[in-house]
């Protein structure tokens, strides 16, 4: 059933409306971002999460942190990825412990992002496909220009493209504090947080399509930054809303890819976890109107901030 569903989607997906701008979904921290859970748990929300993108034919790549498979359930991790290749989704690395290229030295990298694609290669390849796509945790490229070429010619030599961000709706921060109030009981605070977060997300995707707008002076494709959420698992269906009232049309990641915004040079070296608009205006010297950006509402970045690791000081995960 499902992969006669996963066949349709793509079918479906196939097919970009003239004037609709395509966006392509990513999720990363596979299998489940967030607190550690029971697998019972995390493949309830794996579930709910490909049956509601399934549902709104909503393709999209995963990207795996394969640390978060290892322990005594094992297989039953690994069956989580496998459900997203029978929901018709893509699989790419994400590292296998999300470590930072601003903070680890680039041969560690290199070696961690080697061991990352382990386990989701070989299912992959038991499907004849191959896995292309990698997703710099943190969205840190690297703190010098050398850094950064080290690793992406080493990428380029393992076969992988880099999945850039042009779209994020900062569903990070709405997750810890969304996932705090389920654990401590607290529904009525759980939906409020959701409320605020998918106000937020339409205003987010606004911005985005007028920044990219402001940028190329066209509408390119986008590629939007999720994570593997009960958050996001629970308002699948709002997103999916506010993908139809903006007139996005949802496309794999190769889709949006072959938009010739994507081969925009762009030359970032430094700590930042940058976005791709950004990095690209920096190249190109055109302002984004950030003035206009949206903020995260004030109460969910200090419930964020304290809920997250005070060691780590990374913005996006
Ligand atoms: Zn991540």
Redesign the pocket.
């Known amino acids: 059933m499902i992969r006669a569903l996963a066949a349709l989607l793509l079918a479906a997906a196939a097919v970009v409306p003239a004037g609709a701008e395509p966006v392509a979904l990513t999720f ?2 596979l299998p489940v971002f967030g607190v550690k859970r029971p697998v019972a748990e995390q493949a309830a929300i794996t579930k709910k999460l490909l049956a509601g993108l399934v549902r709104h034919h909503l393709p999209a790549t995963g ?1 795996v ?1 394969e640390i978060n498979l290892e322990g005594p359930d094992r297989p039953a991790r690994v069956a989580l990825l496998t459900a997203w290749l029978d929901a018709g989704m893509d699989l790419g690395n ?1 590292g296998y412990s ?1 470590l930072s290229l601003t903070t680890t030295p680039v041969a560690d990298y290199i070696e961690d992002t080697a061991k990352g694609d382990a386990v989701t290669k070989a299912l992959l390849a038991a499907r004849g496909r191959q896995e292309r796509w990698f ?1 710099y ?2 969205l840190e490229t690297g703190p010098t220009l050398a850094v950064r070429r080290t690793f992406e010619d080493w990428l380029a030599s393992a076969h992988y493209r880099v999945a850039p961000v042009t779209l994020e709706n900062a569903d990070y921060e709405f997750a810890d504090p969304y996932d705090a109030a389920l654990i401590a009981g607290d529904r009525k605070r759980a939906r409020a947080i959701r409320r605020e977060y998918i106000a937020y997300s339409a205003a987010a995707v606004a911005w985005y399509r007028s920044a990219a707008l402001a940028l190329f002076g066209r509408r390119p494709a986008l590629v939007w930054l999720l ?1 593997a959420s009960k958050l996001n698992a629970d308002s699948i269906a709002a997103l999916a809303r506010i993908i139809r009232h903006a007139k996005l049309a949802p496309v794999t990641l190769d889709t949006a890819m072959a938009d010739p915004a994507y081969r925009t040079p762009e030359d970032y070296a430094g700590p930042d976890g940058n976005e791709w608009l950004e990095r690209w205006s920096l190249t190109l010297h055109r302002e984004l109107p950030w003035g206009s950006m949206p903020k995260v509402p004030g109460e969910i970045e200090v419930a964020s901030a304290r809920l997250s690791d005070p060691d780590d000081e990374h913005g ?2």
């Open positions: 990363d921290d990207f942190n994400h999300h997703r945790p943190f994570h996006t995960p």
